[in-house]
């Protein structure tokens, strides 16, 4: 019984040409690759002379390749950075204004590039993020 089991098997997959290793080369797709230029070789000039006239050989460039373009272009003004604070309890723009630039005196600078974000200059709401101006 088994015997014929196996014969079964074997005649079926035999008669399935999907199923056989040649279908599934044939299956494949070609891969295309990139065809190369045909410029023909740059000659090379060497030093020594022609032995007829004693003058090095004349080369000449039969085809020019296109470089890419590599200049270099400046910027009119400078990237500004900005620094960036998380308002902690208890912090005031005062304190704000000591930390980043030495004088408690300049909170107003820190207000007024933040009005969107703070609405009273006296009540900072903690985990604010607010921006540091230069």
């Known amino acids: 019984m088994g015997l014929a089991l196996v014969i079964t098997a ?3 997959l035999a008669t ?4 056989s290793p040649q279908s599934e080369i044939a299956d494949v ?7 190369e230029s045909a410029a ?3 000659p090379v000039a060497t030093n020594e002379p022609n032995s007829e006239n004693n003058q090095l050989p004349e080369v000449t460039v039969a ?3 296109e470089l890419p373009d590599l200049t270099q272009y400046e910027q009119a003004e400078k990237i500004k950075t900005q620094k960036f ?3 902690q309890r208890g912090e005031t723009l005062s304190k704000i204004s000591f930390q980043y630039y030495g004088s408690a005196g300049k909170w ?3 207000l007024e590039a933040n009005r969107q974000t703070i609405k009273d200059a006296d009540k900072l709401t903690p985990g604010t993020k607010i921006i ?3």
């Open 16 to 19: 399935r040409p999907s199923l």
């Open 132 to 134: 540091i101006p230069d």
């Open 85 to 87: 604070h998380i308002v």
């Open 63 to 65: 085809q020019t390749t």
């Open 108 to 110: 107003r600078k820190i």
């Open 40 to 42: 023909p070789p740059v």
């Open 29 to 35: 797709p070609d891969i295309v690759l990139p065809q």
């Open 10 to 12: 074997v005649l079926w």
